[in-house]
């Protein structure tokens, strides 16, 4: 199935092959998709840019995740984007930070990507 929105999405990941999968998927169901590799980068890239979602993995060099949200959910011009948190990191007390700091959800790694699509889909629509 393909998205018709053609929405945007900021993907802060460091592992280039977890970046690559999303890429592909998420293109292939009508998103346009822009990549950061660190929590720095995604901050640079959204003084330009106005994605509709952020897709963030938590353990990252540089910014991690969990600084990064804190950072948007500051500022008023970012502080709305809905985040889905990406991420090894699987201990409840994690996931209870994640959410704490501003996530919509808490996926866990390795994921299903029809899951995320569906998160993805739910972030969006603000359910």
């Known amino acids: 199935m393909t998205d018709k929105t053609g929405q945007h999405v900021l993907i802060l990941e460091d592992d280039p092959s977890v970046q690559t999968l999303m890429r592909k998927q998420l293109t292939a169901h009508g998103f346009k998709v822009t990549i950061a590799t660190d929590g720095l980068d995604g901050l640079m890239k959204l003084e330009t840019l106005k994605p509709d979602i952020l897709l963030c993995d938590v353990m990252m060099p540089n910014l991690d995740g969990i600084e ?33 700091v501003g996530a919509r959800f808490y996926v866990t790694k390795p994921f299903q990507i029809d899951d995320l699509l569906a998160k993805v889909r739910r972030a969006l629509s603000g359910k």
């Open 68 to 100: 990064f949200v804190k950072a948007i959910k500051a500022n008023t011009a970012t502080q709305k984007i809905p985040v889905i948190f990406l991420t090894a990191k699987t201990d409840p007390r994690s996931m209870i930070e994640g959410i704490n």
